[in-house]
């Protein structure tokens, strides 16, 4: 069975500071890895999807990578803005998606 | 233009009815799921549709039941609720079942049962 960890739970940034979040998983035979956005009260955003022969994915202040060997991926985000508040969710594709509980992101202006 | 919508996007019900929830894409998707999201923010799939086909059903109590007519709507049917049932439900659709375009996420429908 897969597990998916995201660590920290929660962060709190000034407006301006470049930041990581982490996740990790337990079976490294995955199809793919995407990193989601969800808002309070919304549904998800898919922000960058990484197939498993893949290392790395850029979108704009984004860029996640992914370390299949060692069942880690990462999401930068750089330059962080209050607009980035939410929560950021991992989910790891093993024939279906499985969740990280997510990080809880807060920039302060 | 929606890629994956659902109806309705708020529910409540008193416990011990049967209510619906319907999810439609439009991306010509052949895989269909139901993730529920509890209370806690975890997100834990309930059911995969292939071309209309079952393939996974996730030790869901048999109370819930999806049905897809198509393969481009998968809906789900929830008989007698229990409180413990509240929770936001999500529609998600990938281009197969290895989902090796990622997956695609409806809104959410937001059940409360009192």
């Known amino acids: 069975k897969q597990e998916v960890t995201q660590i920290p739970a929660a962060l709190s940034v000034p407006e301006g500071e470049n930041l990581v979040l982490n996740c990790s998983f337990t079976?490294?035979?995955?199809?793919?890895l995407q990193w989601f956005r969800q808002d309070p009260g919304k549904g998800l955003t898919s922000l960058l999807l990484i197939q498993s022969s893949q290392r790395e994915q850029t979108s704009g202040r984004l860029n996640a990578s992914l370390d299949k060997s060692s069942g880690r991926s990462t999401l930068y985000i750089a330059a962080s803005q209050p607009g980035d508040s939410a929560t950021y969710l991992c989910a790891v594709n093993f024939n279906k998606f499985y969740f990280g509980s997510g990080t809880k992101l807060n920039v302060k202006p | 233009d929606t890629a994956v919508s659902q109806t309705p996007k708020y529910l409540v019900t008193q416990m011990g009815n049967d209510k619906s929830i319907k999810c439609e894409q439009n991306l010509g998707h052949d895989t269909m799921y139901w993730y529920k999201q509890d209370s806690k923010k975890f997100l834990k799939i309930m059911f995969s549709y292939n071309n209309k086909e079952l393939i996974i059903n996730e030790t869901v109590p048999n109370r819930f039941s999806p049905k897809s007519p198509d393969k481009a709507h998968l809906n789900l049917h929830i008989n007698s609720l229990e409180l413990g049932d509240s929770a936001v439900y999500f529609c998600?659709?990938?281009?197969?079942?290895?989902?090796?375009?990622?997956?695609?996420f409806g809104p959410g429908t937001r059940l409360t049962v009192l």
């Open positions: 079976d490294s035979a995955i199809y793919n």
């Open positions: 998600a659709s990938s281009q197969d079942v290895m989902a090796s375009g990622g997956g695609f």
